[in-house]
């Protein structure tokens, strides 16, 4: 059997979830959220919110990240700021106690915990309506806010979620990431729609408060407590929303390591939420959407990811090694640098490469870029994407399966990893 | 129906769509370069059929003709890649792939005849090559570098006439011309100048069984 035929039903999949999202995006539902308008501030109805800041060691970013906040379009009585220093082993208190004057701010100091001790300690501080939180490596646009409020459509909503993208990336990794992050915009968006939410991002989620402490607040939840509070959510009945123009940056990992260290944390924990505690969610009718198709589609994605890459490795490493062979001996000039014979056949469409494999795999890129134009255009994301698709073209297919394969490995073997 | 059933069935509908339109693409290009073949192979009919006519008329002088063969040797060499192409595509077991193939002999047959006759009348020596392989799995692992290394010398030397042929192809002609030269059925066979040598090992090995004034930068006399 042709080894590119093993590919065939994952393009499939692929080419499906893509259609599925696309003809989402232009139902009812999503065009609705899209034509809701952003709360007024003048609203005298609009609740008490309190945003939590949990912080480990960061220095360099929590001011940027709380001078963010508190330019947002907010009625300032109605607005609280909680910062939580998880125990901060750097200047991460001095950078805090800038704003101790403020009167919108609260700071507080606690034992190291982990990420969802510090939310659970600042949810405990306020009597507010609403609470969000907001990663302190993320910053927030002014409108942010009344925009997340007008996703809040009824009582049945219990988060809002919002629309991130990489804040001034500076290297091929973030550009990726903010071509990644953008693609995500119109995932969410849509999904959302149809109640196919299955994370509640760090950066600027908000939830209704009563809901999530009659719940239980966060857990550790294998580091993925932004996932399994949405699953919790979930489970319990709730809608989660989306508010694709409340626009969050963030800055993204730097470097390939720092990358491949947080993307396995994330993928350990949807894997080990959603096959542990969360297992009864996948292909239940009761959850809808979610259940039915989100969460199935993305297990065999990992899968499905990790095979794919393996076989284009296989494939190109075939080719590669038979193209280095049959050229062995023969001089540098004629076998690798452009010849006339050779380069006649470069602009011939007789020698269009022209497989299934190759077509459906150029359908399933072109399905990925329209998604991420589609992201920048809903949210109105300022910057240039060019730098980003290239990125995203040439490196996302390389890196990703990286992670997952780490990710199953650390799964099968057992092992649990810190969290920086 | 719940609104996420709708859209699943409707993106079921459209991945059909897409998936029948790349096969259906796929399946086009392929018959348009079947086509492609197809129409070049019968210009190269009328070509070598013109060139024959040629030779017939001036058969008292046939050197003093205009027409040569070494365009149409060019054509074949151009019709061999695309061949090779849709035979990659198409797989070699394609009866479509096997008809032309067929054909290709024919004509390569056809102009090593001419090729051999021009010599003979015209005190002219060309350097002719006949390639055999085989497409048999197993049957010759050395095909592939043989036939990249031939590609290279007859692009770096124009004076060479390099006809490959598929040994087990079902042709009569072939059968006759694999019976006179008394090529046995190990692979790669090259045929230099009416000499039999078999197997592949170096670009360099393969270059000592030419004549010495063969690989000669200049074109020669012959072409």
């Known amino acids: 059997m042709n080894p590119e035929a093993l590919a065939y039903p994952f393009l499939f999949i692929a080419l499906f979830f893509e259609s599925f999202v696309l003809v989402t995006f232009l139902s009812k539902p999503a065009r609705s959220a899209r034509a809701r308008q952003a709360a007024s501030i003048e609203d005298p109805s609009l609740p008490t919110v309190a945003i939590v800041v949990p912080c480990w060691n960061e220095e360099t970013t929590v001011a940027g990240t709380v001078e963010s906040l508190l330019a947002l379009k907010y009625p300032k009585e109605k607005l609280e700021i909680i910062l939580v220093d998880d125990g901060s082993t750097d200047g991460t208190p001095a950078a805090m106690a800038r704003f101790a004057d403020n009167a919108q701010v609260q700071i507080v100091r606690k034992e190291n915990g982990g990420k969802h001790t510090a939310m659970n300690a600042g949810t405990a501080l306020t009597s507010a309506e609403i609470v969000g939180y907001l990663d302190a490596d993320s910053f927030v646009e002014p409108s942010a806010l009344l925009e997340v409020m007008s996703g809040f459509t009824s009582e049945q909503v219990a988060a809002v979620t919002a629309a991130m993208s990489v804040h001034k990336p500076d290297n091929l990794l973030r550009h990726m990431q903010n071509a990644e992050y953008i693609f995500g915009i119109t995932l969410r968006h849509t999904l959302a729609s149809v109640n196919g939410l299955y994370v509640t991002p760090g950066p600027f989620s908000f939830f209704r408060r009563e809901i999530i402490v009659a719940l239980g607040g966060f857990r550790e939840a294998h580091k993925g407590e932004d996932l399994e509070m949405a699953l919790r959510l979930q489970r319990a009945g709730y809608w989660l929303e989306n508010a694709p123009r409340a626009k969050v940056y963030t800055k993204g990992p730097p470097t390939l390591r720092k990358l491949l260290k947080q993307r396995v944390r994330w993928t350990t924990g949807f894997m080990r939420n959603v096959g542990g505690e969360y297992r009864d969610l996948v292909g239940n009718r009761r959850y809808g959407a979610l259940g039915m198709l989100v969460l199935p589609l993305n297990l065999t994605t990992y899968v499905s990811g990790t095979l794919m890459f393996l076989l284009a490795l296989f494939l190109l490493g075939r080719r590669a090694f038979a193209a280095i062979e049959i050229r062995s001996g023969i001089p540098a000039s004629y076998a690798w640098l452009p010849h006339a014979s050779a380069l006649s056949r470069t602009f011939d469409w007789f020698y269009l490469p022209s497989s299934l494999y190759i077509l459906l795999g150029v359908a399933t890129i072109i399905g990925s870029l329209t998604m991420i134009a589609i992201g920048k255009r809903v949210s109105e994301t300022p910057g240039s994407l060019v730098q980003g698709l290239l990125a995203y073209l040439i490196a996302y297919g390389f890196i990703a399966p990286l992670w997952v394969m780490r990710s199953l490995a650390d799964i099968a073997l057992g092992k649990k990893r810190a969290w920086r | ?223």
Request: proline residues 4%.
């Open chain 2, 1 to 223: 129906m719940p609104l996420f059933v709708r859209n699943a069935l409707i993106a079921l509908a459209i991945t059909g769509a897409i998936v029948g339109t790349v096969v259906y693409a796929v399946d086009y290009l392929n018959r348009e370069r079947v086509a492609d073949l197809q129409a070049i192979e019968d210009q190269l009919s009328i070509d070598t059929l013109s060139l024959d006519t040629q030779f017939s008329l001036l058969a008292n002088a046939p050197c003093e003709s205009t027409a040569s063969s070494t365009d149409l040797t060019g054509e074949l060499t151009d019709l061999g890649n695309r061949l090779a192409y849709t035979e990659n595509q198409l797989g070699s077991e394609n009866a479509q792939v096997v008809r032309l193939k067929q054909q290709y002999s024919l004509l390569e047959i056809r102009d090593y005849l001419a090729t051999e006759e021009l010599a003979k009348e015209c005190d002219e020596k060309p350097v002719t090559v006949l390639y055999f392989y085989s497409n048999t799995p197993g049957e010759c692992p050395d095909c592939d570098k043989a036939g990249y290394a031939l590609s290279y010398l007859r692009d770096t030397y124009p004076a060479l006439r390099v006809y490959s042929f598929d040994y087990h192809l079902s042709l009569g002609a072939l059968s006759t011309l694999i019976g006179i030269e008394k090529i046995q059925p190990s692979f790669p066979a090259i045929v230099i100048n009416g000499k039999a040598s078999y197997g592949f090992t170096t670009l360099a090995d393969l270059e000592k069984r030419f004549p010495k004034s063969a690989l000669a930068t200049s074109t020669s006399k012959g072409s």
